[in-house]
Protein backbone atom coordinates (compact mmCIF):
# COMPACT_ATOMS: atom_id res chain seq x y z
CA UNK A 1 0.00 0.00 0.00
CA UNK A 2 1.09 3.33 -1.12
CA UNK A 3 1.81 5.61 1.49
CA UNK A 4 0.06 9.06 1.37
CA UNK A 5 2.26 12.36 2.07
CA UNK A 6 0.60 14.94 3.81
CA UNK A 7 2.83 18.31 3.60
CA UNK A 8 3.86 19.74 6.41
CA UNK A 9 3.29 16.69 8.63
CA UNK A 10 6.60 16.55 10.29
CA UNK A 11 5.46 19.85 11.70
CA UNK A 12 2.18 19.85 12.57
CA UNK A 13 2.99 16.83 14.90
CA UNK A 14 4.92 18.60 16.82
CA UNK A 15 1.99 20.75 17.87
CA UNK A 16 0.31 17.34 18.80
CA UNK A 17 -1.04 17.75 22.35
CA UNK A 18 0.42 14.42 23.33
CA UNK A 19 3.16 13.84 21.07
CA UNK A 20 6.61 13.53 22.45
CA UNK A 21 9.56 15.07 20.14
CA UNK A 22 12.18 14.05 22.30
CA UNK A 23 11.32 10.16 23.74
CA UNK A 24 14.99 9.59 24.60
CA UNK A 25 15.51 12.30 27.33
CA UNK A 26 12.39 9.61 29.08
CA UNK A 27 15.04 6.38 29.49
CA UNK A 28 13.90 4.95 32.12
CA UNK A 29 11.43 8.03 33.09
CA UNK A 30 8.73 7.39 31.78
CA UNK A 31 6.66 6.36 34.53
CA UNK A 32 7.94 10.12 35.51
CA UNK A 33 5.99 11.61 32.71
CA UNK A 34 2.81 9.76 33.53
CA UNK A 35 3.56 10.55 36.99
CA UNK A 36 1.96 7.33 38.29
CA UNK A 37 3.41 3.69 38.53
CA UNK A 38 0.41 1.56 36.58
CA UNK A 39 2.12 -1.06 33.77
CA UNK A 40 2.98 0.92 30.49
CA UNK A 41 2.08 -0.87 27.15
CA UNK A 42 3.05 -0.06 23.79
CA UNK A 43 2.11 -0.65 20.14
CA UNK A 44 4.61 -0.77 17.64
CA UNK A 45 3.38 0.35 14.21
CA UNK A 46 0.30 2.21 15.55
CA UNK A 47 -1.16 3.55 12.14
CA UNK A 48 -3.43 6.11 12.62
CA UNK A 49 -3.76 5.39 16.41
CA UNK A 50 -7.81 4.11 16.41
CA UNK A 51 -6.12 0.89 18.53
CA UNK A 52 -4.00 2.31 21.08
CA UNK A 53 -6.78 5.58 21.56
CA UNK A 54 -9.49 2.77 22.39
CA UNK A 55 -7.26 1.35 24.57
CA UNK A 56 -6.31 4.72 26.73
CA UNK A 57 -10.10 5.45 26.79
CA UNK A 58 -10.93 1.90 27.86
CA UNK A 59 -8.51 0.98 30.60
CA UNK A 60 -7.50 4.40 32.74
CA UNK A 61 -5.33 2.67 34.98
CA UNK A 62 -2.59 1.45 32.04
CA UNK A 63 -0.23 3.70 30.32
CA UNK A 64 0.10 3.59 26.49
CA UNK A 65 2.53 4.40 24.33
CA UNK A 66 1.62 4.74 20.27
CA UNK A 67 4.91 4.31 18.22
CA UNK A 68 4.82 4.88 14.62
CA UNK A 69 7.89 5.40 11.94
CA UNK A 70 5.99 7.95 9.39
CA UNK A 71 5.15 11.27 9.99
CA UNK A 72 1.84 11.70 7.77
CA UNK A 73 0.42 8.36 9.40
CA UNK A 74 1.28 9.45 13.04
CA UNK A 75 -0.41 12.77 12.17
CA UNK A 76 -3.86 11.28 11.72
CA UNK A 77 -3.44 10.04 15.57
CA UNK A 78 -2.23 13.28 17.14
CA UNK A 79 -5.26 15.11 15.67
CA UNK A 80 -7.36 12.43 16.90
CA UNK A 81 -5.88 12.96 20.01
CA UNK A 82 -6.06 16.34 20.04
CA UNK A 83 -9.47 16.48 21.07
CA UNK A 84 -9.18 14.46 24.24
CA UNK A 85 -8.59 14.99 27.67
CA UNK A 86 -6.06 11.98 28.15
CA UNK A 87 -3.47 11.28 30.90
CA UNK A 88 -2.82 7.77 29.89
CA UNK A 89 -1.08 8.24 26.59
CA UNK A 90 1.92 9.70 24.64
CA UNK A 91 2.64 9.15 21.11
CA UNK A 92 6.38 8.75 19.50
CA UNK A 93 7.66 8.42 16.04
CA UNK A 94 10.46 6.40 15.73
CA UNK A 95 12.07 3.73 14.16
CA UNK A 96 11.42 0.70 16.03
CA UNK A 97 15.13 -0.57 15.83
CA UNK A 98 15.77 2.23 17.92
CA UNK A 99 13.92 0.68 20.70
CA UNK A 100 16.64 0.15 23.06
CA UNK A 101 17.68 4.07 22.69
CA UNK A 102 13.93 4.81 24.29
CA UNK A 103 12.82 2.58 27.03
CA UNK A 104 15.03 0.50 30.08
CA UNK A 105 13.45 -2.54 31.52
CA UNK A 106 9.82 -0.60 31.72
CA UNK A 107 7.52 -2.05 29.70
CA UNK A 108 5.13 -4.47 30.02
CA UNK A 109 3.24 -5.47 27.34
CA UNK A 110 4.13 -5.19 23.58
CA UNK A 111 1.33 -5.13 20.81
CA UNK A 112 1.89 -5.80 17.09
CA UNK A 113 -0.84 -5.44 14.75
CA UNK A 114 -0.68 -5.88 11.17
CA UNK A 115 3.21 -5.25 11.21
CA UNK A 116 4.83 -5.02 7.72
CA UNK A 117 5.41 -8.36 6.82
CA UNK A 118 8.80 -8.26 4.85
CA UNK A 119 7.88 -10.99 2.64
CA UNK A 120 11.30 -11.29 0.89
CA UNK A 121 13.70 -14.21 2.96
CA UNK A 122 16.28 -11.41 2.83
CA UNK A 123 14.58 -8.55 4.66
CA UNK A 124 13.06 -11.41 7.61
CA UNK A 125 15.41 -9.74 10.07
CA UNK A 126 13.64 -6.91 9.26
CA UNK A 127 10.14 -8.33 10.60
CA UNK A 128 9.20 -7.48 14.81
CA UNK A 129 9.21 -10.75 15.35
CA UNK A 130 12.49 -11.73 14.08
CA UNK A 131 15.43 -12.89 16.66
CA UNK A 132 16.80 -9.93 16.07
CA UNK A 133 13.71 -8.03 17.52
CA UNK A 134 13.24 -10.15 20.31
CA UNK A 135 16.41 -9.66 21.26
CA UNK A 136 15.63 -5.78 21.71
CA UNK A 137 12.19 -5.97 23.14
CA UNK A 138 14.32 -8.22 26.68
CA UNK A 139 15.87 -5.47 27.15
CA UNK A 140 13.20 -3.14 27.53
CA UNK A 141 10.34 -5.54 29.60
CA UNK A 142 10.04 -4.88 33.18
CA UNK A 143 9.52 -8.47 35.00
CA UNK A 144 8.02 -10.62 32.10
CA UNK A 145 7.35 -10.83 28.58
CA UNK A 146 4.35 -10.49 27.04
CA UNK A 147 3.25 -10.20 23.13
CA UNK A 148 0.12 -10.12 21.93
CA UNK A 149 -0.04 -9.98 17.69
CA UNK A 150 -2.72 -10.01 15.31
CA UNK A 151 -2.66 -10.15 11.53
CA UNK A 152 -4.15 -11.09 8.46
CA UNK A 153 -0.47 -12.16 6.33
CA UNK A 154 -0.55 -16.05 7.11
CA UNK A 155 3.17 -16.47 6.47
CA UNK A 156 4.16 -13.71 8.99
CA UNK A 157 2.01 -15.83 11.69
CA UNK A 158 3.65 -18.89 10.62
CA UNK A 159 7.12 -17.40 10.69
CA UNK A 160 6.09 -15.63 13.92
CA UNK A 161 4.78 -18.38 15.80
CA UNK A 162 8.02 -20.45 15.37
CA UNK A 163 10.62 -17.08 16.21
CA UNK A 164 8.72 -16.76 19.18
CA UNK A 165 8.74 -20.23 20.66
CA UNK A 166 12.70 -20.29 19.76
CA UNK A 167 12.57 -17.59 22.06
CA UNK A 168 11.37 -19.05 24.50
CA UNK A 169 7.92 -17.64 24.57
CA UNK A 170 4.74 -19.83 25.72
CA UNK A 171 2.01 -18.81 23.18
CA UNK A 172 -1.80 -18.75 24.54
CA UNK A 173 -5.40 -18.36 22.88
CA UNK A 174 -3.40 -18.80 19.31
CA UNK A 175 -6.59 -18.73 16.81
CA UNK A 176 -6.41 -18.09 12.60
CA UNK A 177 -9.98 -16.65 12.80
CA UNK A 178 -9.60 -14.05 15.74
CA UNK A 179 -13.06 -12.42 14.99
CA UNK A 180 -15.04 -15.78 15.16
CA UNK A 181 -13.32 -16.73 18.29
CA UNK A 182 -13.12 -14.02 20.43
CA UNK A 183 -15.95 -11.52 21.26
CA UNK A 184 -15.60 -7.24 22.06
CA UNK A 185 -12.51 -6.92 19.73
CA UNK A 186 -10.91 -3.54 19.64
CA UNK A 187 -10.20 -3.23 16.23
CA UNK A 188 -7.17 -0.88 13.75
CA UNK A 189 -7.91 0.50 11.11
CA UNK A 190 -6.48 -2.43 8.94
CA UNK A 191 -8.85 -4.59 10.60
CA UNK A 192 -11.67 -3.07 9.80
CA UNK A 193 -10.43 -2.71 6.65
CA UNK A 194 -9.75 -6.49 6.02
CA UNK A 195 -12.50 -7.94 8.17
CA UNK A 196 -15.22 -6.17 5.74
CA UNK A 197 -13.69 -8.05 2.66
CA UNK A 198 -14.06 -11.75 4.71
CA UNK A 199 -10.40 -11.82 5.46
CA UNK A 200 -9.67 -13.65 8.59
CA UNK A 201 -7.22 -12.36 11.75
CA UNK A 202 -4.60 -14.04 13.07
CA UNK A 203 -3.70 -13.74 16.59
CA UNK A 204 -1.61 -14.99 19.42
CA UNK A 205 -0.56 -14.00 23.33
CA UNK A 206 2.74 -14.72 23.63
CA UNK A 207 4.53 -15.14 27.45
CA UNK A 208 8.46 -15.52 28.87
CA UNK A 209 9.06 -15.30 32.30
Do not use: Q
Amino acid sequence: MRLKNIKGASEKILLGKYFINNPSDYKGKWHKLFNNNNPIYIEIGMGKGNFIIKNALNNPNINYIGIEMYDSVILRAVEKTNDLELNNLYLIRMDARLIEDIFDKEIDLIYLNFSDPWPKDRHAKRRLTSPRFLERYDKIFKNRNIIIMKTDNNSLFEYSLETLKEHGYILFNVTRDLHKDKDNIITTEYEDKFTSKGIKINYLEGVKE
